[in-house]
């Protein structure tokens, strides 16, 4: 199984791209054009034969001219298309023909259309991005093949597969499912959802659940402090609490290290998670608004981001708070000075980048909560998250506990007295990992 590092290797070769037009001259100036720019180009001047090509070698573009003699440009990309899906295809067309253009869209699925005469920077930027989009869609799903081989092997060595990618994405599916079955778009419901996921997040040990809980509470406070009404209040500390929660599906390798640590490959796959998270999401419809909020969370005030480049007020408003939160904590967890020095630093940081990366309102709701930000407070909704040391008589349970093999060891609503703390303190010494046990507020005086 090929590793991250030749797909690193892969990714430097020149791209291979294949031009098919019936005049001559015009093959000669684009093969000029391209291996002026290092790219690896093939010609032909008859659809078949370039067809043929195709059956036997992959290339990442394909690039044909409209209106051509026994096979026009629409069918032969949509030949293209058959044989290899993923190719990006781009026509070239002399002709100002709407038609034909808009037939190319929708029966041969193609990426781009350019007008001939063409301009060189432009096209080669077209070209080349085409490129990317396929090189690193196939690196996508030769990492997800990797990953797949990882948890086999790691299931073939441990029974634990509590932290496997696979089961795990599908437990998250499985149950927000049947939270949306039971209950329709309720306040509680929503509750109960982040909790549960939060849960799933603090359990990860290359996941910092502090971060998640501090994210989602700045959200809160910044979102109160531009006086929005309290669904969007809610909606946004939600989206700070799940804001990592793609990361459940990657390879623990794209996130247990600092970002700046990632090769450029792996950074690209690693800010692919919000894209990820919604796919997780997607059937607890009851979060779409919070969804929508994790997956425009890199977008920057200036359009410059991703994964839209959306900018200023196209940027849903809780996306914009979940980005200054985000970045503020990241910041802040990074810095090695003083906790004060590191507040300080944190929010200059984020002052000095307003109007560049974020909304100027959102910067200013953020200073003016400033001095509430870091107020002592580990908890994901109505709940805390707690190991079994610090349990207490009178702590009520709020997600059932379960032992490694997934047998329910205490129900939801379990009163915990002195004799269950220890037997529960005996059970976990059987248990690979300690229990990360969900909690209401502590009782009796707790």
């Known amino acids: ?202 359990a990860n040990p290359y996941i910092d659940g502090k971060l998640a809980s501090n994210i989602g509470r700045t959200c809160r406070l910044v979102a109160k402090q531009l006086q929005l009404p309290n669904t969007i209040v809610q909606t946004a500390g939600m989206a700070g609490f799940l804001a990592q929660v793609g990361l459940l599906a990657m390879d623990p390798a794209l996130y247990k290290v600092p970002t700046n640590q990632l090769t450029d490959q792996q950074k690209k796959l690693f800010y692919t998670h919000p894209a990820t998270a919604q796919l997780m999401l997607m059937p607890a419809q009851h979060l779409n608004d919070v969804t929508e909020a994790i997956y425009h969370q890199f977008e920057k005030y200036n359009g410059e981001g991703i994964p839209k480049g959306l900018k200023k007020d196209q940027i849903p408003i809780c996306a914009q708070i979940l980005t200054v939160a985000r970045d503020y904590w990241q910041y802040f967890t990074n810095n090695q000075k003083s906790e004060e020095e590191r507040q300080l630093d944190a929010l200059s940081h984020i002052k000095a980048f307003s109007e560049h990366l974020y909304h100027p309102k959102v910067v200013n709701a953020l200073e003016k909560c400033a001095s509430q930000l870091h107020k002592k407070q580990d908890k994901a909704g109505s709940m805390q998250i707690i190991t079994s040391e610090q349990l207490q008589p009178g702590m009520t349970l709020g997600l059932a506990v379960h032992n490694h093999q997934g047998i329910m060891l205490l129900p939801k609503g379990h009163v915990f007295t002195a004799t269950s703390i220890a037997k529960l303190k005996q059970l976990e010494q059987q248990k690979p990992t300690p229990f990360r046990l969900m909690v209401n507020h502590a009782v009796n005086g707790a």
């Open 1 to 202: 199984m090929q590793d991250i590092e030749t797909l690193k290797e892969r990714s430097q070769q020149p791209a291979k791209v294949l031009c098919v037009d019936d005049e001559v001259s015009v093959l000669r100036s684009l093969s000029r054009l391209l291996n002026h720019n290092k790219m690896e180009v093939v010609t032909f001047t008859c659809a078949e034969e370039a067809l043929n090509e195709l059956t036997n070698n992959a290339f990442e573009v394909v690039i044909s001219d409209m209106r051509m003699p026994k096979m026009d440009g629409i069918e032969f990309l949509s030949k293209v298309k058959e044989l290899n899906p993923d190719t990006q295809r781009i026509l070239l067309t002399g002709y100002a023909d709407i038609d034909n253009t808009i037939g190319a869209i929708n029966q041969a699925k193609i990426h781009a259309y350019l007008n001939k005469p063409w301009e060189n920077d432009h096209l080669v930027h077209v070209i080349a991005q085409a490129a990317e989009k396929y090189r690193l869609k196939k690196h996508n799903e030769q990492l997800q093949a990797h990953i797949i081989e990882q948890n086999k092997q790691l299931h073939d060595l441990n029974h634990s597969l509590e932290q496997l990618v696979e089961k795990r994405t599908k437990q998250i599916r499985q149950v927000l499912k049947q939270l949306e079955v039971s209950h329709k778009h309720e306040q509680s419901e929503h509750k109960a959802t982040v909790e549960l996921l939060y849960n799933f997040i603090n």
